[in-house]
């Protein structure tokens, strides 16, 4: 299984990347935390918003 999710975050790093936006390291344990079940989809989202959500509301 960490195979798997180290190979699907090499693909999807290699595909952002081809684009000018590779995976940051936190983006990396993000998604190895979503594959393995560890934190859902909803939670990780949830998370990013409140890291850039500005304090007027926008």
Not at 34 to 51: M, P, Q
Request: hydrophobic share 30%; net charge negative; glycine share 6%.
């Amino acid at each position: 299984m960490r195979e798997d999710i180290e190979k699907t975050i090499r693909y999807v790093d290699a595909s952002l990347s081809m684009e000018g936006m590779p995976l940051t390291e936190s983006d990396k344990e993000s998604i190895r935390a979503c594959l393995s079940g560890e934190t859902s989809t909803d939670a990780a989202v949830r998370k990013i918003i409140d890291e850039y959500k500005t304090d007027d509301g926008v």
